[in-house]
């Protein structure tokens, strides 16, 4: 068994004989997904809305820490909170390759539970075992993967493109493993 797998949205640079990691906004993030993926095709629209002032100091204090704009970051917010409201067991969280879907009360992205459904072949209840979860949050994430497939489906993509030699890249400590199976006397 091989012990290879690195969570996505990093690109590594070589400047000045020295190694930066990069951070990359991939299309798996709820943002780019709302606004460079499937729901792109929408129409959009202007709606004016009233926040107290400490609300709007809030808002743009998120806005700065992401580099985005105050209406930007409105719109992610807004689109989030009615996935929030659409989809079970459904958060969203800043991470490494930005805001993602992740299941309430767990460290895994959807994107995970759906690498997890295609190692268990489409089983959301050995899914459910393996993580000790209800089954209820597993079939969430499926639902929610089934709803943004290109979301998810691009965050997989990007997983399954990393190999070892892209990992040792990053993590110059990572070593190669194999498990050797011993005889039980």
Known sequence: MHVRRMRPGFELHETCGTRLLFHLMKC???YNSYNGG???QSRTMVLSMRLPVESGKRLRRIANRHGWTAS???ARLVEEGLRRSEFAFLDFRDSPAGRQAYIQGST???WEVMLLLRSYKG???DVAKHLKWPEAK???A???SEAFPEEVNDAIAENDSIDFDSLKRMLPQAVDFAVRQTKRG
Do not use: G, Q
Request: net charge positive.
């Open 123 to 125: 089983n959301a209840k």
């Open 142 to 144: 499926l639902h929610y």
């Open 108 to 110: 895994l992205a959807i």
């Open 38 to 40: 499937s729901m792109k």
């Open 28 to 30: 798996y993030n709820a």
């Open 72 to 74: 930007d970051a409105s």
């Open 138 to 140: 597993v079939r969430a």
